[in-house]
């Protein structure tokens, strides 16, 4: 005891907060709630939050990860782990409740996200973590996305649905302590519908990976997306059918490569010499170094577009539909070209496949405008200002 008795001053009596205990050197836990286990290789919620993860650990929590569906994936379970990153699941937890209710007096913030997973365990945060600092992630505002449809398809019973989504979303954001977008334009949204609510911004988070094949060598052109995500799915049944053909005609050739997990066979159905479906592919690294130009051409959707920035990080100049492109700081034909029609997407594809000079100023620009709006280093920064 007199050997170590100036380290244990910093133990507690024995028996005392074992689960403190065991972590002393710990000041600062954080719990995030998703869904689903995150697959940072497959769809853009999952790598943002992925690397919100990351940047937490960086600024000195301790991080615990349920997924919602409380299951152990063989793949992306381990990856967080081997981050450091505490994760539970069955058999060791039945459900977030039960964590919440043993642990929740541990953690100093805690991050629910998804409307639905927030829904269904804010309350419970709220009484088993009073210390908590308690985050609604909305990943994009759902509503606005599904107002969107309804005004697209004109159906009565989305847009009701909609609505319903819409008074979900807020009084969700109304318990939590404060509610992140990804989007200025949905910052301005919440001042509208919500002026009452606290919101602050944290958008995507990327790497900038640079640019190094030159476009002679490049060739095709991609769309990247999760098509569990269904403006995914409505996108390129518009691009196949309105702008393909257009292109077609105006640069014979040109080939489409379509990636992205969860293809409906209606839009397989679809494929043909020059419309490949390469489906999921685990490193994207290849692909970006190989095409030419990357296309966004959704009708329909809100927040941030993953796809935009995994294209801008790799220096792939875009052509994006305006709801693409919104909320992204971008410019056209300086860093996107925007286009809103399938004669103006058309058009602009086989401008920029054949411009060498445009092509390598909307990539510097892509570049550029990553770093400035969705950098590990601005998130790191957006985050700080949220946590204090």
Known sequence: FERWQSVLKNHRPNAMQPHLEKERRVYKRALVVDARVLMPDNDSGSLRMFNLLKILQAIGYKVTFIPDNMQYHERYTPML?????????????????????????????????????????????????????????????????????????????????????????????????????????????????????????????????????????????????????????????????????????????????????????????????????????????PLFEQVRLSIAPLRYGAGVKGKINSSMAYGVPVIASPIAAEGMGLQHEVDVLIADSPESFATAIVRTYDDEKLWKQLSNGALANLENNFSFAVATKQLRAILK
């Open 81 to 285: 782990q081997a981050l450091g990153i505490e994760c539970w699941y069955n058999p060791y937890q039945q459900n977030v409740t039960q964590h919440l209710t043993q642990f929740g007096s541990l953690y100093s913030l805690i991050i629910l996200s998804r409307a639905d997973i927030a829904e269904k365990n804010i309350d419970t945060a709220l009484r088993y973590a009073p210390e908590a600092q308690i985050l609604f992630d909305t990943v994009d505002l759902h509503f606005l996305r599904e107002r969107r449809l309804a005004e697209l398809s004109g159906s009565k019973m989305e847009a009701e649905a909609a609505e319903l989504r819409r008074l979900q979303e807020l009084s969700i954001a109304r318990k939590a302590h404060q509610t992140l977008v990804v989007s200025p334009v949905e910052v301005e949204l919440f001042k509208q519908e919500a002026p009452d609510v606290k919101v602050a911004l944290v958008s995507n988070i990327h790497a900038v990976h640079g640019c190094s094949t030159p476009w002679v060598k490049r060739e095709h052109i991609l769309f990247i997306g999760s098509f569990e995500h269904p403006p995914n799915v409505d996108a390129m049944h518009h691009f196949i059918d309105d702008i393909m053909p257009l292109v077609q005609r105006k640069r014979p050739g040109i080939k489409l490569l379509i990636v992205g997990a969860q293809v409906p066979k209606a839009l397989l159905a679809k494929a043909s010499a020059l419309i490949e479906f390469a489906g999921f592919v685990p490193d994207i690294t």
